[in-house]
Every structure is written in structure tokens, then in C-alpha cells.
């Protein structure tokens, strides 16, 4: 908050350029101070949650033939707090792991049994989706695609595309980046 030094800085200030300039001059002056904090305040914020951006990479999957159990690596710059496992077409599963920076961990094991990825009326395409947030409860997405592989016994397998994994970060409002920035 303020103290009183500040306090009668900003009065004399005041006092100083109302009786030069007028009552409008002051309102100038004090909208323009009151904007250029805001805009200060929300650069601040973007440069806040670009430093604390986690970025995770999968870089397998521990799990069996019916169970997602991703192997995740964090290259970002910030640590990651997981806060659910889905899979197309079954029930997503909270995880609350928390992962910094440059360490790897598995995820909590998924049964994926019940997706319509092994029926063999459905297209064959499922997606897994790993939500997690930085340390400002922004939230990230990383999906991997997955398809499916003919087994000789007529059932499949699951084929986890690795190379065309995707890391969605948020689209963030200026309200919440001054938010951050301490506006």
C-alpha cells in the first residue's frame, strides 16, 4: 500500500500541477499514469508466464496393451503439475503429479479397455489428452494421436504417434496477464 512519503509526493505533485494547469490537466495526467501501469502490469504477466511455461514431452508409454501409462519429460522452462489422463471415449482420470524442470515421471496408469478404438466398426483414430497447469494454474494440453494396428487373432493394437505430438498453451486475456503481472 501506500506510505506516507509516497503519499505526499503524489499530493504535492497534484497540487503542483492543478494550480498550473487545471483540474483537466490533472485528470490528463492521472488517466495516463493509471494506463501505462496497466500496460506495464501486463507485460510484466506475459514475461512471468513465458518463464514459468512448462513444455512436456512424451517419450513412451510403460503401459500394457489396454492401459496408457505415459513416460512425460519436462523441457520447458517451468514446472508442471499434471491434473488429468483421458483417452478417447473412456472416462478421464485425475493425475496430481508435479514435474520440474528437466526430471521425467510416469503418469498414472490409464485402462483404456473400453474405447471405441478397438472395436473394429469405429474409424480407428483416438487421441490421448494429458492436462496439466504452471505454477499460475494456466492450463496446458498435450495430445498425441493414436491409431490402431491389425492383430492376426482379428483384434488390435495401439499405435501412439510420437512424432506428431501437440503442446496447446493457453490463449491468455489481457485481464488475466495483468492479473499475473500484479496490476
Request: charged share 20%; hydrophobic share 35%.
Amino acid at each position: 500500500m501506500w506510505d506516507w512519503a509516497t503519499l505526499q509526493s503524489t499530493g504535492q505533485t497534484v497540487w503542483d500541477w492543478g494550480s498550473k494547469m487545471g483540474i483537466g490537466g490533472v485528470t490528463v495526467w492521472l488517466l495516463q499514469r493509471w494506463f501505462s501501469k496497466r500496460d506495464k502490469a501486463g507485460e510484466r504477466g506475459q514475461a512471468r508466464v513465458d518463464a514459468a511455461q512448462p513444455e512436456l514431452v512424451p517419450t513412451g508409454n510403460a503401459g500394457g496393451q489396454y492401459v496408457v501409462q505415459l513416460h512425460i519429460e519436462n523441457r520447458g522452462s517451468g514446472t508442471a503439475r499434471t491434473r488429468s489422463l483421458g483417452f478417447t471415449g473412456v472416462q478421464k482420470i485425475p493425475t496430481l503429479d508435479e514435474l520440474p524442470v528437466g526430471q521425467a515421471r510416469l503418469t498414472a496408469g490409464l485402462n483404456v479397455q473400453g474405447s471405441a478404438l478397438f472395436d473394429p466398426a469405429s474409424d480407428g483414430q483416438a487421441e490421448i489428452r494429458l492436462v496439466y497447469v504452471d505454477r499460475y494454474d494456466n492450463e496446458y494440453r498435450l495430445l498425441i494421436p493414436v491409431t490402431r494396428q491389425k492383430r492376426a487373432d482379428g483384434g488390435f493394437n495401439m499405435v501412439m504417434d510420437w512424432h506428431h505430438c501437440t503442446n496447446i498453451s493457453p490463449k491468455l486475456p489481457k485481464t488475466r496477464l495483468r492479473e499475473i503481472g500484479g496490476s
